[in-house]
């Protein structure tokens, strides 16, 4: 099957995901995972019709987004859903209009300075663990509804990352655990949309998004509140390895 036909059969399923939750499918958008992809796959998809693309490592942005956004007619939205190192913040705040990992407060700091110096304002998603997996980065927030002192902890870091310049914290965005049925990621994504109205609350702050489902998942996401999914092989297929 080609790109676009890829595509059409996701965005089925994401109307198909969306009736089901009693949601419009215009509050979902969709994100084509193009890592390890060439410029050409993702001009293919953007022909398609998708206007958003996640990358998730600074090196092989740097050629790729130049490249991809001198060939198309109409500008895409680039948005970094890998792990950033903090040397790396700079290239990233340069390449990208969302970010959507960040997992720091140390992070957060080094994106606000640079989008102060530069007089802009960049979106960013706070990276949250709520699956509790060692090897998942993310601000910590499992079990944050009983742990008090944890979700002490967490506030503490939210609030002090609200008060930063240059900012703008569009919501929140997780990563769920590898399963065998997606039914078994629901209650992270459950989590992570409970933890958002709890920092509304306590805030007083809206967060529009929650960045949450990937190909094997991401209609339950959608059921569960996703407002962007992260679609990569599904429209892609297979990743070369690298």
């Not at 419009?24 to 193009?34: G, K, Q």
């Not at 769920?176 to 994504?189: K, L, M, N």
Request: glycine share 6%; net charge negative.
């Amino acid at each position: 099957m080609t790109i676009a036909e890829n595509i059409d059969l996701v965005r089925q399923r994401i109307e198909n995901a969306c009736t089901k939750a009693g949601r419009s499918p215009d509050e979902v958008t969709l994100i084509a995972v193009s890592k390890t992809n060439p410029p050409e796959a993702v001009i293919e998809a953007a022909t398609a019709g998708v206007q958003h693309f996640g990358e998730n490592r600074v090196e092989e942005a740097e050629s790729k987004i130049p490249a991809v956004n001198a060939q198309v007619s109409n500008p895409l939205t680039w948005h970094m859903i890998g792990h950033v190192q903090s040397r790396k913040a700079k290239d990233v705040e340069s390449l990208f209009q969302y970010v959507h990992s960040v997992d720091t407060l140390k992070l957060a700091q080094k994106f606000s300075t640079l989008s102060v110096e530069k007089g802009r304002i960049l979106n960013v998603l706070l990276e949250i663990n709520v699956s509790g997996e060692e090897a998942k980065h993310g601000f910590v927030a499992a079990n944050w509804r009983h742990d008090e002192a944890l979700k002490d902890e967490l506030w503490s870091q939210v609030r002090a990352l609200l008060g930063l310049p240059g900012l703008r914290v569009r919501g929140l965005m997780t990563m769920a655990p590898i399963v065998s049925d997606p039914d078994e990621a629901r209650p992270v994504f459950a989590s992570l949309a409970a933890l958002r109205h709890a920092f509304q609350d306590s805030f007083s702050i809206e967060l529009p998004d929650l960045s949450m489902g990937m190909t094997d998942d991401y209609p339950v996401a959608i059921e569960e509140g996703a407002t962007f999914v992260r679609v990569g092989r599904a429209i892609f297929g297979e990743r070369a390895n690298k």
